[in-house]
């Protein structure tokens, strides 16, 4: 019986894929049979660790990168890596992200520069570096974006996030029919309220608040926006593309 | 050093143009052959021909073939 979801043969990049949605990622991927790069901000050794955790949990090639998506110079090297060790690209998941709230009226202008660094330029210079290496393979590939539930609906404290979310969906939907004649699909999450160390950051009761809003009941998890990643990023999507797809449990913002 | 056939070669078949070409005066733009996507196609043909990563700016600034016979250089294609 053909498995849809294998991944065998394939090479997935995962940013900001040491920690949160981009690790719960990497893992899945691995198991499915991918071989991974994973990439960190800063830290090469705990990318590096990462990758040796996910050889040794599933067999499969992985390897560790520093990436930061501020450094335009880390994201170039980082496809010469992948070009020299793998020769092709497969996947691409555009997973680093930051989070700073603030009030219209307390936007610092470095909270700006930085959120949009590494929410909205980072994922499109790597989309640009990926789409290269995924339609030299004849092969295309698949490349999705994380985005937001608060780049579709908006929030308070939340415009330069929420416009830094938006400009990804922008992207994706551009870029979806840009690349869909070679065979590269772009596709987005939206993810609602998802338990990880970022949201972790907010205040106890901001948290509580954005988890009341969630009509499933329950706070998601990275595993459930991992599930939507592998499908996007599998077979089983093959004639999707251009699609903001939402791992929200039905939140209402 | 490579031989610069090996170079007009992926010109001639990315483009689809003819191998007598006039190569010091052909430009991107400057025929109806290259155009914005046959230029990713030959940016393509290039990595794969050389089995190199050009970047970004570079695949911008590639704009004729005497500057693309010169910025290869920088990825080590030293022409004969």
């Known amino acids: 019986m053909r498995d849809l979801l294998d991944l065998r043969e394939r090479v997935a990049f995962v940013t900001g894929s040491t920690r949160g949605i981009g690790w719960a990622t990497a893992q899945l991927l691995a198991e499915h049979g991918a071989s991974v790069v994973v990439a960190g901000s800063s830290d090469l050794?705990?990318?590096?660790?990462?990758?040796?955790?996910?050889?040794?949990g599933w067999g499969t090639p992985a390897l560790g990168v520093?990436?930061?998506?501020?450094?335009?110079?880390?994201?170039?090297?980082?496809?010469?890596?992948?070009?020299?060790?793998?020769?092709?690209?497969?996947?691409?998941v555009n997973s680093a992200g930051v989070l700073d709230d603030?009030?219209?009226?307390?936007?610092?202008?470095?909270?700006?520069?930085?959120?949009?660094?590494?929410?909205?330029?980072?994922?499109?210079?790597?989309?640009?570096?990926?789409?290269?290496?995924?339609?030299?393979?004849g092969d295309g590939g698949s490349i999705i974006n994380i985005a937001s539930i608060i780049g579709v609906t908006g929030n308070e404290g939340q415009a330069v996030y929420?416009?830094?979310?938006?400009?990804?969906?922008?992207?994706?939907?551009?870029?979806?029919?840009?690349?869909a004649p070679m065979g590269v699909r772009v596709n987005a999450i939206a993810p609602g309220f998802i338990d990880t160390d970022m949201t972790r950051a907010l205040p106890e009761a901001k948290f509580a608040q954005r988890a009341a809003a969630i009509k499933m009941g329950r706070v998601?998890?990275?595993?459930?926006?991992?599930?939507?990643?592998?499908?996007?990023?599998?077979d089983l999507s093959g004639y999707v593309t251009g699609t903001v797809l939402g791992v929200d449990g039905g939140m209402l913002i | 050093m490579t031989d610069e056939s090996t170079l007009r070669?992926?010109?001639?078949?990315?483009?689809?143009?003819?191998?007598?070409?006039?190569?010091?005066?052909l430009s991107y733009r400057g025929i109806e052959e290259w155009d914005s996507v046959a230029h990713m196609r030959l940016i393509a043909e290039l990595e794969d021909v050389?089995?190199?990563?050009?970047?970004?700016?570079?695949?911008?600034?590639?704009?004729?073939?005497?500057?693309?016979?010169?910025?290869?250089?920088?990825?080590?294609?030293?022409?004969?």
């Open chain 2, 50 to 80: 050389f089995d190199i990563m050009i970047e970004t700016e570079d695949v911008i600034d590639m704009n004729s073939y005497v500057v693309a016979r010169k910025l290869l250089g920088k990825y080590g294609i030293d022409f004969a």
């Open chain 1, 45 to 56: 050794a705990a990318a590096e660790a990462r990758a040796k955790e996910l050889t040794a």
């Open chain 1, 66 to 92: 520093v990436c930061d998506s501020r450094e335009p110079a880390q994201i170039k090297a980082a496809y010469r890596t992948i070009h020299q060790t793998f020769k092709r690209l497969d996947v691409l």
């Open chain 1, 162 to 179: 929420g416009a830094s979310k938006a400009a990804v969906i922008g992207l994706t939907r551009s870029a979806a029919k840009e690349l």
């Open chain 1, 102 to 137: 603030a009030l219209i009226g307390m936007i610092s202008d470095d909270a700006l520069e930085n959120t949009f660094r590494v929410n909205a330029i980072g994922p499109i210079q790597h989309l640009q570096a990926a789409a290269r290496l995924m339609r030299r393979s």
């Open chain 1, 220 to 234: 998601g998890t990275a595993d459930d926006v991992a599930r939507a990643v592998l499908f996007l990023a599998s």
């Open chain 2, 9 to 25: 070669k992926a010109f001639v078949d990315s483009l689809d143009i003819a191998p007598d070409t006039d190569w010091e005066s």
